[in-house]
């Protein structure tokens, strides 16, 4: 009697399912398929069979398309939320509006989590769902379509919209800055927040010695053209640049020179906002290649010079020891950055650049920037006259005055940073002021000198 019971349920289910299919479009299906199915889940014996039950009645399949794999960044990803995003809006029922720039019209997005695609017959929904309450969750696309359209889809359709993706992205991509967020609370998706970077630095712009210059940007397209070469020597595509020198000689604009000439995201890597090298591993696997890894001022971000070794001659008390056995429980060591730049992590990625900066090289560890980690020290040392030359052009448009010579014989006996130079050009009422602004500066590099030469008396 229960089997027969059973059977005239399942009966009427199936009646039931194919009336839903005849009268309904496919959108609408699948709204109430999942309204359905999510019922149909609550009977107890369903509950136990529910798999079997589910993709028995359900003739459609999802994929899902998660931002991060075990912590690292699905590429597949950005490249359909590039594809989506450049769908045409005009049928969209709800749209986001910004601008970024003054100087630029409003920019105008889809804001809507679920997209309907037609390729080639087939249709198919992208649904963009993020779990937990804020921005930060996980996110995920998912890709919906009837199972009779799956040959096509995972066939050409999911190559088609991954490859349009990674075409628009290199035709309209906006280089990005990120930052890691702090330690605590950490999901897949928040390892790294981003923003646009805008900044104008350009080599073109940057005040340096110009063969240094050339120098750097020929060693830049070596890597950028390198893919090959490092493939065939066995080596990680990766290179490793030391800049230092005094505060104001233009560390940072060079990175920003750097990462606007290559077109390269930029990591900003704050290591005090770190407690592990586990942590360490999951922020350095989510980066994407192409990328411009930045550790800035790492002779004051840890204590890097110690890590993990002990000096000879150390002679510390039992509670130094535990002080400093507890400090390194939380903070990231000398050998766990190491092994990220050039351990068995640092081919986790291709096309990448770390960059170091320091105003004190002589407080580093040897072994964190020897050859083969940091592959090439560019100092940026005090302005010199072909770097004044440059500033002088930039900020006055003159490429000579008479004052020229003054300027070139102070700054051979003078040590002043670019910045400083560059503090004394800036026009005065945003007019050029071209004399006013260079007798400025000749009487502060007479003031700079004379007070130096007191100082070497001292």
Partial sequence: MMG??????MA?????????????????KIAIKEFFLSTLQQVSFVQRFSD??????SP??????????EYRFNHAFAAIDTYLGAKAIDKAHKLKASQVKESKGLVLKRDEAKVRDVYQGVHVWWELVTTGTDHDGDRTHKLTFHRRGLEIVTGSYIKYVVEEGISIEDKTKQTKLYTNNPSFGWDTSGLWRRIDFEHPASFQTLAMDPSKKEEVLSDLEAFRNGKEYYKKIGKAWKRGYLLYGPPGTGKTTMIAAIANHLNYNIYDLELTAIKSNSELRKLLTATSSKSIIVIEDIDCSLDLTTGERKRDGDDLSSKKDSEKKEQSESRVTLSGLLNFIDGIWSACGQER??????????????ALIRRGRMDMHIELSYCSFEAFKVLAKNYLDVDSHPLFGQ?????????????????KLIAKNQRIEVDGCLEDLVQSLERKMKEQRGQDED
Avoid at 52 to 57: A, D
Avoid at 353 to 365: C, G, P, Q, R, V
Avoid at 407 to 423: F, I, M, R, Y
């Fill in 4 to 9: 027969g019971t059973m059977g005239s349920s």
């Fill in 60 to 69: 459609y399949v999802v994929i899902s398309f998660p931002e991060y794999e």
């Fill in 407 to 423: 300027v070139e014989s102070l700054l051979k006996d003078t040590n002043v940073a670019p910045a400083d130079v560059a503090e």
């Fill in 52 to 57: 079997h039950i589910i993709n028995f009645f």
């Fill in 353 to 366: 650049i770390i960059i170091f900066t320091t105003n004190h090289m002589e407080k580093l560890d040897p």
């Fill in 12 to 28: 009427s289910l199936f009646f039931l399912w194919a009336t839903f299919q005849q009268m309904f479009p496919d959108h609408l």
